[in-house]
């Protein structure tokens, strides 16, 4: 493309006040997980005419196969972790050999855009947001009281060369952008609580995200105008949703909590969390009635007590996940695959979330939140593997589409009896 070709890039309002806080960060992002080296810089190092920085790449970067969630494996490229899983170019300041020695387009794609996510669409269209990965990403998203907001800006396309993520060609559907900011102003809307706003989300992108044909999009804005007559009507009213009982859940989900828990490279700090959580409730061998009955007794707790004070928070954190990674694709059927991704680790933190209030016997501190989040995140929104793995174990034996829409569905609890508050 020609370097002054411009790109319309949307992004959140918080973009322009992140920098990478360096040594100064609690959870670096050089150590503790792969490091993947894409093949673009696995080229360029081979090419590099420094004997000595080459001798170092060579003895740092291992190549090997990785399995995928089908079965088949894939060839990947990773940097070797050393004592304390620590990325081997780490230096004792917290930042890297490569970028102080060299430059930083020597970075892989990788090591040059976390905590950024980018992509680019339809040849002239762009998107960047912040992994809540990042602690100080975490600190800036779910720190704020205010509402995410998004801006739309005019960058060069030479500015992101080398940075996107998206597949050569891939393009959105067409009604893809208008379904995502509808969600957006669905889990904005602070007129219900954040549980109807979840379910009412959840009915919405499994009705809207499965049109197809060539009248999806002007069904789509019958849809739109339905629920925002909904909305409006809900908020006016004040329906609130009965909790639905954990026990109802947790048969469905306490299997994916187990699978995540067979990892042996799994963090010590995530695993123990877990761990935890599934001994406080009797779990950890799997569903008991007891363990079930005290889950709903501190999930009540959560409702009354956590949601009023930290819905904001979880907002942002869900408004993010949706602009981050909600995209559906003209080359992809299966639609529904990351609303499934984040509904399960949103299914993961409030898990956590509810066990680290029925271990303090108190509300936490913000960023006690924050940090559990960003953790979570870290350790499960992450590993693709995981998650694929986890969709298929769900469907086993029935049609994909069909078993990930009743997990959302029970997570969110759908078929609730509802009262109006006067």
Known sequence: MAKNIMLTVR??????????IGSLCTDTCCKGWDIVIDEATCARYEKTKDKEFKAELAQAIVHREEEQADGTTEAVACIRMGKGQRCLFLRNDGLCRIQRQTEEKNLSETCRTYPRVIYSWNESYAERALCVSCPEAARLILGRNRPLRFVTRELPEAELEGLRITDEGERLRPECLPLRRFLVRILQDRQLSLADRLVMANDFFWRAGGLT??????????????????????????ILMSACAGRRRLPQFLPLLQLRLQNPELRADFRGMLERALQHWQLLAGFSETGAARYEEDEEFYLTFFLPEYSGLLENYLVNAVF?????????PDYYTEWFRLVLQFSMVRFLLIAQLAELQQMPERSQVIELIQKTTRAVGHDRLYLDQAAAQLAAGQSAETALREFCRTVFCTEKKSRTCR
């Open 11 to 20: 992004e959140p309002d918080y973009m322009e006040e992140f920098h990478c």
């Open 213 to 238: 044909g060539r009248h999806a999009q002007k069904q789509l804005q019958m849809m739109m105008e339905d629920y925002a007559q909904r909305l409006q009507a809900a908020g006016k009213r004040r």
């Open 324 to 332: 981050k990674n909600l995209f559906m694709t003209e080359e992809r």
